[in-house]
Structures are given as structure tokens and as C-alpha cells.
């Protein structure tokens, strides 16, 4: 019998942090990209790297970035499936020092030349944690409402996106800031009590300095 035909509706297997958690990091990186992919470099650690194949882990992250979700019965046929559209798939060995065993780096190449360099790690019961995003630290599990906003670091760059998430009635659980350095590429991690509407988006991604964003909705499992 095959791992998947054991996954029921919330993809409860064996493991999960191979299997759920696995799709999770892949559908977080399919809307990080923000469109469909062509290309994708799989690097994995540790447990990942031993089991992959026996557990379903390939399947669940090309499922994943292919913008199935964790009960997605297509999960199954994922890698013929990317076959099938033309998608290029790779895994390879990777060893990252002080990663969690489950940890991967997906290298994501989007239809439009869009490049994503995101890398994750599931920590079981489903749950993840993304640690970088193009080669920026950042820290944030995706259990709740949260938003990314790449920006450039200039002054009252944060102010100005809070300040129009305040107008809005929309009240900010946490905020982080991450950059490269002063004056250059940097990121914002927003995780929100309710769900911005798509003027609200619009309106942020106007703003001086904003290089786009993403939201990720809460997952309706916690």
C-alpha cells in the first residue's frame, strides 16, 4: 500500500512532518513566488535527505509548490504531474549546519523568470518553520494570518505600511523587521489579527520603497 492511500483529509500519516509539513513549505513557496513554476531545485537535510521517497516528502513539496494543499488528493500523483506540465524537477543532498533534520531548500524559477530561494524546516505535526527567504533570516510558522513585505530599507519604510494597516482597522499581533544591511533589501513579517481586504494590499504595495508582498491566510488547522 502506498504512504499516500494511509493520509486521510488532513493528511494524517505516519509522518507528518515528512508528509503534511513537507506540503506545507511547498504551497508557502508557491505563494511567496507568486506564480506557476518551471523550474525547481530541491535540496534536502538530514531525515528529509534518508527518507524522502519512502515517506512521500518529494511528492508532498512538488504537490506543495504546485499549489496543492495538504488534503489534495493529486499530492499522490504530484511528480507525474510536473512531468506532464513541463515542470523541472531536482533533489539533491544538502548539509546545512545547526538546520532542524527536516529542513529543505527549495530553489523555485517561476514562468515569468521570477527567482525564490526559501528555506524551511517541518517541525512536526504538520507544522513549519521558515527560516530564510532569498538568502534574508527571517522566523515565522504560518499558523497565523501573516504578511511579507519586501521593501527597501529606507526611513519610516515600517511606519508607513503599520500606519495604513491602523487606518484600516487592521490590528498587528506581531511585527518583524529583517535587512541586509542599512539602506538596502529588506523584509517585514506581519502576523495580523484579521485579514486585510485587496484595497489594503493595494494600497501597501504602492508605497515608497515596497517591492511587493505576500499574505498568507491562517491555516483553518490550528
Do not use: C, W
Not at 494524517?12 to 513537507?22: K, L, N, Q, R, V
Not at 545547526?98 to 514562468?111: F, I, S
Not at 515569468?112 to 515565522?140: C, P, Q, T, W, Y
Amino acid at each position: 500500500m502506498d504512504l499516500f492511500d494511509l493520509i486521510g483529509p488532513v493528511m494524517i500519516g505516519p509522518s507528518s512532518s515528512h508528509t503534511a509539513g513537507a506540503a506545507r513549505i511547498g504551497l508557502t513557496a508557491r505563494m511567496l513566488l507568486g506564480e506557476e513554476m518551471i523550474r525547481a531545485e530541491i535540496g534536502l537535510h538530514g531525515s528529509f535527505a534518508k527518507t524522502y521517497r519512502g515517506h512521500g516528502t518529494d511528492r508532498a513539496l512538488v504537490g506543495g509548490l504546485m499549489g496543492m494543499n495538504v488534503d489534495d488528493v493529486r499530492l499522490r500523483e504530484s511528480l507525474a504531474l510536473a512531468q506532464q506540465a513541463g515542470i523541472s524537477v531536482n533533489f539533491y543532498q544538502i548539509n546545512i549546519r545547526g538546520a532542524h533534520p527536516n529542513t529543505v531548500r527549495l530553489t523555485v524559477t517561476g514562468k515569468s523568470g521570477r527567482m525564490l530561494v526559501i528555506e524551511a524546516a517541518s517541525v512536526g505535526g504538520g507544522n513549519i518553520e521558515v527560516h530564510k527567504i532569498d538568502g534574508l533570516g527571517v522566523n515565522f510558522t504560518g499558523k497565523e494570518n501573516t504578511m511579507i513585505i519586501r521593501h527597501t530599507d529606507v526611513t519610516g519604510a515600517i511606519a508607513s505600511i503599520t500606519g495604513t494597516l491602523a487606518s484600516k482597522n487592521v490590528n498587528i499581533a506581531n511585527v518583524q523587521g529583517y535587512r541586509r544591511q542599512q539602506g538596502g533589501d529588506a523584509m517585514i513579517v506581519m502576523e495580523l489579527d484579521g485579514v486585510p481586504d485587496a484595497e489594503t494590499l493595494k494600497t501597501i504595495e504602492s508605497l515608497p520603497g515596497v517591492q511587493g508582498s505576500t499574505f498568507l491566510a491562517r491555516r483553518s488547522d490550528v
